[in-house]
């Protein structure tokens, strides 16, 4: 299955390599610029030819041959002017008077061709109709008032400059405005359904290392059918990029095991958090301060989760902890404990029977994804207990 995921990405990458070769091949056609180029490569071969025949016979040593010729046409086109080569006889430089005023318009027109050609394309980018090319990026899918609440955690990943491509239905100068917003985060912008297959191939799913739905009020303005289509972009999402990482928020917690069934493990429905923090204040006026220092992305000191370093392996919770305190790595609150996966080989029988060659045979027709389906649970395990043994297997959450 990894040789045909391999396989599916590799498909993938080629397809957007000829897909923005084709839409640049567009552009250009419709900008007029490949019958401009020619113009200007007739123009210097020619006056390299006019003046060759000119200057060969009295000026062999500064056109001994066509390629000096060209030299000079290309370099006198150009307004470059080294002045290595120039013409001496009368005709020679009768031509040459022609040639630099032709070259003056051809360059000009050529000039204004390839300005308009990146313009045009800026300005396709600005409104979201360029298709993105990036990789290892974050898609954020849909757009609601919370948002910009995770263009500010984004924003605040640590490490080189994190990028995010946004799908939905704004306008550009909103867009704009959330640019400037968060000038530390690369923020590129398709726009149109993000339900839709093509328009999440023109944001490079493919290549993405994450995304995050969110329910969407961009396209009507409102939130009716929002958990309906965030489920349909979930689908859509997988099905171009089936290793993604995706994060999505619903309206309504019903909805929740339609995206856990499509693979989505971080599901969080709105409000879910904000209920149980302000119930927590009949206890503690101080717990949704303290919550809220928790995630704050401006916060240093914030929760995250870090690789278990490879000394403490096999250690206790309790040593972990003390050694992270005393080298001042910060705070140990928790552990994710993964299973390890059960691969397919476990399943069957010692010797290769014929049921089990059977079994395999059924479960690739049926095209189940096993590696997949066996894959190790994830368990989050806050203050384990003193005695707990860190495995390999498992990370850490650290606060400071």
Known sequence: MKRKERHSTLSETIKRIRSSWAGLGSDMRRSGLPGISIAFGLTALLGAALVLAAEHASN???????????????????TVGYGDKFPVSPAGRAWAIVLIMLGVVVTSVLSGAVASLLVERRIREGKGLQDVISKGHTLVCGWNGNAASVLEGLSSARGRKPSAVLVNALESDRVDAIRSRFPTLDIRFVRGDFTSENILRKAAAAQAASAIVLPDDSLNGNLTGADERTILGVLALKSINPELSIGAELL?????????????????????????????????????????????????????????????????????????????????????????????????????????????????????????????????????????????????????
């Open 60 to 78: 062999a040593q500064m056109f001994g041959d066509f390629f000096d010729a060209v030299w000079w046409a290309v370099v006198t086109i150009a």
């Open 252 to 400: 309504s917690g019903d909805n929740a095991p339609h995206l856990r069934r499509a693979g989505v493990s971080d599901v969080l429905v709105s409000g879910e958090l904000s209920g149980y923090l302000l119930s927590s204040t009949a206890e503690s006026r101080s717990v949704p301060q303290a919550a809220r220092e928790l995630i704050a992305p401006a916060n240093p000191a914030r929760l995250r989760e870090e690789e278990l370093p490879q000394l403490l392996v096999g250690k206790s919770f309790a040593d972990a902890a003390d050694w992270f305190v005393r080298n001042g790595k910060g705070v140990i609150v928790g552990v994710v404990s993964r299973e390890k996966s059960v691969s397919f080989t476990d399943l069957l029988s010692d010797d290769s029977s014929a049921i089990d060659a059977f079994i395999r045979k059924k479960f690739q027709e049926a095209e189940i994804d096993l590696a997949q389906a066996l894959e190790g649970a994830e368990h989050v395990k806050l203050a384990p207990g003193a005695e707990y043994v860190l495995r390999e297997t498992d990370s850490l959450f650290v606060v400071g």
